[in-house]
């Protein structure tokens, strides 16, 4: 079994900038990704990383801003979040696949597990 434990979410000033941790526990699978959410929309995909490699990959729209690490002596996943915008509050949740393919990690539903989630609220 796997499970993932986000936190670091918090409430933060456009133009502001977050750190969000996802503590894996359990067998390491391939990919960890972030997704999130925001109210009365589909769970949306921010990045992903492949843990052998630390190959990271990003949604256009975060693209610049974001970062998406790993500490594979921590098993932790780290998502550093620069320039914040209105528009990424959302309910942050952190996933854990088998795959690493561009057709592949963008799917929420291809994942196995995620984690509670934690709650970024940017104010302009």
């Known amino acids: 079994q796997v499970q993932l434990v986000e936190s670091g979410g918090g409430l933060v000033q456009a133009a502001g900038s977050l750190r969000l941790s996802c503590a894996a526990s359990g067998r390491t699978l391939t990919t960890y990704a972030w997704f999130r959410q925001a109210p009365g929309k589909e769970r949306e995909f921010v990045a992903a990383i492949r843990w052998s490699s630390a190959t990271t990959t990003y949604a256009d729209s975060v693209k610049g801003r974001f970062t998406i690490s790993r500490d594979n002596t921590k098993n932790m996943v780290y998502l550093q979040m620069n320039s914040l915008k209105p528009e990424d509050t959302a309910v942050y949740l952190c996933?854990?696949?088998?795959?690493?393919?561009?057709?592949?990690?963008?799917?929420?539903?291809?994942?196995?597990?995620w984690g509670q989630g934690t709650q970024v609220t940017v104010s302009s």
């Open positions: 996933a854990a696949g088998r795959q690493f393919t561009s057709t592949w990690y963008v799917k929420a539903a291809n994942y196995n597990y």
